[in-house]
């Protein structure tokens, strides 16, 4: 197990478990569970539970893929064109139930590449990603949202 995959699939939960419904990010508009559901998402995309059109002209993926696969970090504020500039409404009930929702995402994207071990899903702003690249993507994503609500 690589240490993204080691991460995501044992770190990541217990680190928005310490989220409460009051806190404020140091950037952004979303709430922590709106950034919780936001995550379900990124990884429901990632495993093509669902699908969304690609966004990057393809005369600059080449540089927008090497930014999404290399170390440097997403900058705070980074804009999301897929996202208005008001957050969506929450669709659990709560935080717990929102953590518990992409718990299950996070598994069901380890358990459909596990069984589709070839399979590529296209990210909309970055291309096609394999399992190795989609964790690191995720993971880099994941750690950028963490920043934001002081939790690394």
Do not use: C
Request: charged share 25%; no cysteine.
């Amino acid at each position: 197990m690589n240490s993204n995959e080691q991460f995501l699939k044992e770190e990541y939960i217990p680190l928005l478990q310490q989220l409460s419904d009051n806190e404020v990010g140091l950037w952004g508009v979303l709430s922590p569970q709106g950034m919780i559901e936001h995550m379900t998402d990124a990884f429901a995309n990632a495993h093509g539970r669902i699908k969304l059109p690609a966004q990057t002209p393809e005369a600059i993926l080449p540089k927008v893929r090497a930014f999404a696969l290399s170390e440097t970090p997403f900058k705070e504020n980074t804009k999301n064109v897929l996202m208005s500039e008001e957050p969506a409404p929450l669709r659990n009930h709560s935080i717990t139930e929102a953590i518990w929702e992409l718990e299950k995402e996070i598994k069901a994207f380890m358990d459909f590449y596990k069984a589709n071990p070839d399979s590529k899903n296209l990210n909309p702003f970055f291309g096609e990603f394999n399992y190795e690249e989609w964790l690191h993507l995720l993971h880099k994503h994941a750690n950028h949202h963490l920043k934001q609500f002081n939790l690394l």
